[in-house]
């Protein structure tokens, strides 16, 4: 437990996604910069091979994955400052534009009433009873994975469907429905 809590630490995070600090990467005005020569050592097969050799991100055990190194070596294969900017202008570009992604998905969460979540609290403690019951059994396949819709029938039978209800209303109240 103690190994888990520490990959879900800064720390930890750092080591799981960046390697190790000096090594593989600097701090540069409070920001983590993956190395140059790290970069260029990786940079012409992309971060796969360099997260592969290094064994850090999604090619390690990385519970808690960052980005940043994605982005910098996207960055760094841009090759020159004036790449660098089109690349970043891009990004902005996609943040900006709205029909590639709806802003009130990003900025608007709903609020429940403390009626509302009073009955969801209860009812996620008996959804998530039916289905951590399971889980590892699926996992390990002491049950076919042919067999998991019955478990999600229970869950919705339990509660599921009416947590979905919940959510969706207030959902709903907020987007002025």
């Known amino acids: 437990m103690k190994f888990l809590d520490w990959c879900y630490s800064e720390q930890g995070t750092d ?17 983590k910069v993956i190395k140059e020569e790290i970069l260029a050592q990786y940079g012409a097969n992309d971060v796969y091979d360099m997260s592969s ?44 534009d709205t029909a590639l992604r709806d802003t ?13 979540t009073e009955r969801y609290n209860e009812l996620l403690v008996a959804v998530e009873n ?12 002491q049950e076919p994975i042919e067999n998991w819709d019955k478990v999600m029938e229970a869950a919705r039978e339990t509660g599921a469907t009416e947590m979905e209800k919940i959510y969706n209303d207030a959902w709903n109240a907020v987007m002025g429905k």
């Not at 080591?15 to 920001?31: A, S, W």
């Not at 290094?54 to 760094?76: E, K, N």
């Not at 009130?104 to 509302?116: C, G, I, M, Q, R």
């Open 53 to 96: 050799a290094l064994g850090i991100g999604l090619l390690s055990f990385t519970p808690r994955y960052d980005t940043s190194p994605d982005q910098q070596m996207a960055l760094w294969l841009k090759g020159s400052e004036e790449g660098r900017a089109e690349y970043r202008a891009q990004l902005q570009g996609i943040m900006n």
């Open 15 to 31: 080591v799981l996604n960046l390697g190790k600090e000096g090594v593989t990467y600097d701090v540069i005005d409070g920001k």
């Open 104 to 116: 009130a998905t990003v900025y608007t969460a709903p609020t429940l009433s403390a009626e509302d």
């Open 130 to 141: 039916i289905i951590w019951q399971e889980v590892d059994k699926y996992i390990t396949g």
